[in-house]
Nanobody, 117 residues
Framework: QVQLVESGGGLVQPGGSLRLSCVASGLIFNNYRMGWYRQAPGKQREFLAAITGSSTRYADSVKGRFTISSDNAKNTVYLEMNVLKPEDTAVYYC????????????WGQGTQVTISS
């Protein structure tokens, strides 16, 4: 059974930083593109960043502020978020997409990030 468990969300003041973690289990980590998405109230889920091996990709809205990384030995993907803004407030989701079979796509339960003074 595949599980993605996010952690690290919370309440941060504008300009602050947070580091989200997502631990994956029940899958072959190296076969998956790991990504981060977010969904704000009343809005569609939005792609933020993805990592496949050492290759990374970012949405324009977070490029330069957010950094995705992974520790394959720990089956963990991270999202380092800096210079946080109130508009970054959302539920952040971890995603795992099997780029080998192109048939498996999994989501975590989400972690709330709130940027407010």
């Amino acid at each position: 059974q595949v599980q993605l468990v996010e952690s690290g969300g919370g309440l941060v003041q504008p300009g602050g930083s947070l580091r989200l973690s997502c631990v994956a289990s029940g899958l072959i980590f190296n076969n998956y593109r790991m990504g981060w998405y977010r969904q704000a109230p009343g809005k569609q889920r939005e792609f933020l960043a993805a990592i496949t091996g050492s290759s990374t990709r970012y949405a324009d809205s977070v490029k330069g502020r957010f950094t995705i990384s992974s520790d394959n030995a720990k089956n963990t993907v991270y999202l380092e978020m800096n210079v946080l803004k109130p508009e970054d407030t959302a539920v952040y989701y971890c995603n795992a997409y099997n780029f080998v079979t192109k048939t498996n796509n999994y989501w975590g339960q989400g972690t709330q990030v709130t940027i407010s003074s």
